[in-house]
């Protein structure tokens, strides 16, 4: 089974600051990586899929990179709306999906 | 717009049944493979099992042990869950998602059904 470890647990951060989330993988998954957001009473939204691609719609200062093992979500610049749950996802074991634990951002 | 509306969730007993719906609309159902994930509330998500497009090809996470059965009917656009031998832990809020058509990422997701297992 694979595992993704998130961190840091929470990140507090405040608007207009960027931040830096990792996802790290107990063993290579390749670009198999996806990051999801998700806001309170919300289901996730996906953000990036294939370790760095950005879904259509999701703004710019949303940017993800990594291979392998370790992969980051970067927000440039944070806006409010930002402050939410980030997970990140892998499918290299498919047809086994896993999530990391999730990385809280919130406002300092 | 894509739409999942999943439904069935109660209050059951430890060792009860349960069968959870999803329906869809919005997009073709049949062409795509669908998931169930779950979240106990405040907590982190955990992916339950997948169906692909004709249900010819299922999978499940490992502490499901024979006790959920996923499946589909694309007649009726709509995704299953049979949850037997319930225990605590099944508590949680229950999700449906499609994944995307040029890909395995979960691009559509139905708000939850929620599912509480407690004498």
């Known amino acids: 089974e694979i595992v993704l470890t998130q961190s840091p647990a929470t990140l507090s951060l405040s608007p207009g600051e960027g931040a830096t989330l990792s996802c790290r993988a107990s063993?290579?998954?390749?670009?198999?990586l996806a990051w999801y957001q998700q806001k309170a009473g919300q289901a996730p939204r996906v953000l990036i899929y294939?370790?760095?691609n950005r879904v259509t719609g999701i703004p710019a200062r949303f940017s993800a990179s990594g291979s392998g093992t370790d992969f980051t979500l970067t927000i440039s610049a944070l806006e409010p709306e930002d402050f939410a749950v980030y997970f990140c996802?892998?499918?290299?074991?498919?047809?086994?999906?896993?999530f990391g634990q999730g990385t809280r951002l919130e406002i300092k | 717009e894509v739409q999942l509306v999943e439904s069935g969730g109660a209050v059951v007993r430890p060792g009860g049944s349960l069968r959870l719906s999803c329906a869809a609309s919005g997009f073709t159902f049949e062409d795509y493979s669908i998931h169930w994930v779950r979240q106990v509330p405040g907590k982190g998500l955990e992916w339950v099992s997948i169906i692909n497009w004709d249900g010819s090809d299922i999978n499940y996470a490992d502490f499901v042990q024979g006790r959920f059965t996923i499946s589909r009917d694309n007649s009726r656009n709509s995704l299953f869950l049979q949850m037997n031998s319930l225990t605590a832990e099944d508590t949680a809020l229950y999700y449906c998602?499609?994944?995307?058509?040029?890909?395995?990422?979960?691009?559509?997701w139905g708000q939850g059904t929620l599912v509480t297992v407690s004498s």
């Open positions: 996802q892998q499918r290299s074991n498919w047809p086994r999906y896993s």
């Open positions: 294939d370790a760095s």
């Open positions: 063993q290579s998954i390749g670009t198999y």
């Open positions: 998602a499609k994944e995307h058509d040029s890909g395995w990422y979960l691009d559509s």
